[in-house]
């Protein structure tokens, strides 16, 4: 059982849909990422939150939008995605964003676009 | 820039026997480095995190060792059951001075079949 939960674990949306993936960890720690993997690859960070504030954006396309609306949550929002962009979202959390922190990651949202 | 390499990218052994999985890192200044199993269609499950002023450590059947001078650092699994098969990924930070903001370079990954 993993200690950071996503929801929905599988998502499949048209290429005009709004959608949004949810992340919620209650572990008190007060970092959080987005990651993209794609089959057969390593994750790819896309987004860090450090107290509630977006700390690093990997120059990820606006057609995903983070929010931390508090300590525990982070959205992912999507918007006029492409097919490429089909892949699994993995949300991850640490005590703080430091060079000594271990990450925890979740399960991860499975994303088709179609 | 921290490059971090694994090898095998694929590895199958019968049940029972030791191995050793390899993550090769080109930053020596290294702050620490962890190993996480990953699942088919699953999120990264952490096992072992080794600072940088450690040497080994160990959860159970594993243990993982860092070599920093060498730029290495390997996984250890003893007496393997069919229940690791996964792929093994190590992942170092970015950056070894200032705020990296927890960046993480993942290596590619072991994908490790362990038949009975």
């Known amino acids: 059982d993993t200690e950071v939960t996503q929801t929905p674990k599988h998502l499949v949306m048209g290429m005009t849909n709004k959608k949004s993936l949810k992340c919620e960890q209650h572990m008190g720690h007060r970092a959080m990422y987005w990651y993209k993997q794609k089959a057969k690859k390593p994750p790819e960070l896309m987004f860090v939150y450090s107290y509630e504030k977006l700390s690093i954006n990997e120059s990820v396309p606006s057609r995903f939008s983070p929010e931390c609306p508090n300590s525990s949550l982070l959205n992912l929002h999507l918007h006029a995605l492409q097919p490429e962009d089909s892949a699994l979202y993995l949300c991850?959390?640490?005590?703080?964003?430091?060079?000594?922190?271990?990450?925890?990651f979740g399960d991860g949202t499975r994303l088709s676009i179609l | 820039k921290q490059e971090v390499t694994q090898i095998p990218a694929a590895l199958s052994v019968p049940e029972g026997e030791n191995l050793v999985l390899n993550c090769s890192f080109t930053d020596s200044a290294i702050y620490n480095l962890q190993w996480f199993r990953q699942d088919p269609g699953k999120g990264l499950t952490s096992l072992l995190l080794i600072q940088s002023s450690q040497r080994e450590q160990t959860s159970g059947r594993l243990n993982a060792s860092l070599d920093k001078s060498s730029g290495r650092s390997t996984l250890y699994i003893a007496a393997s059951q069919p229940g690791d098969s996964a792929t093994y990924l190590c992942?170092?930070?970015?950056?070894?001075?200032?705020?990296?903001?927890?960046?993480?370079?993942f290596g590619q990954g072991t994908i490790l079949t362990v038949h009975p």
């Open positions: 991850a959390s640490s005590q703080e964003a430091g060079l000594h922190q271990p990450q925890h």
């Open positions: 992942a170092a930070p970015i950056g070894a001075g200032g705020t990296s903001y927890g960046k993480l370079t």
